[in-house]
């Protein structure tokens, strides 16, 4: 079934997601958002720094993932640079 029969019968595909992040406040919400969505199945989040580092967003995360019923998700830390810095 393609994705627009499956709209037209009131049914959603599921979507496999690796979420890549630095979970500032939009990022958290986004997060918490798809934790939320039944069709979604997080593989696995990434920590990538942002206004801190990568060990403290991936501390954030594991604490929201907890928070939204998620421990199972796994979080990597990524690298310590944030995109764009030399």
Avoid: H, K
């Avoid at 918490?32 to 069709?39: E, T």
Wanted: charged residues 20%; contains cysteine; negative net charge.
């Amino acid at each position: 079934m393609s994705g627009e029969q499956a709209a037209a019968a009131g049914r959603r595909e599921s979507v496999s997601l690796l979420v890549d992040c630095d979970t500032g406040i939009d990022d958290a919400l986004a997060l918490a958002y798809l934790c939320s969505q039944p069709q979604v199945e997080l593989v696995a989040v990434s920590s990538t720094p942002g206004n801190v580092g990568a060990e403290q967003v991936a501390r954030n995360n594991l604490s929201l993932l907890e928070l939204c019923g998620r421990p199972d998700v796994p979080v990597a830390i990524g690298p310590g640079l944030r995109c764009g810095s030399r």
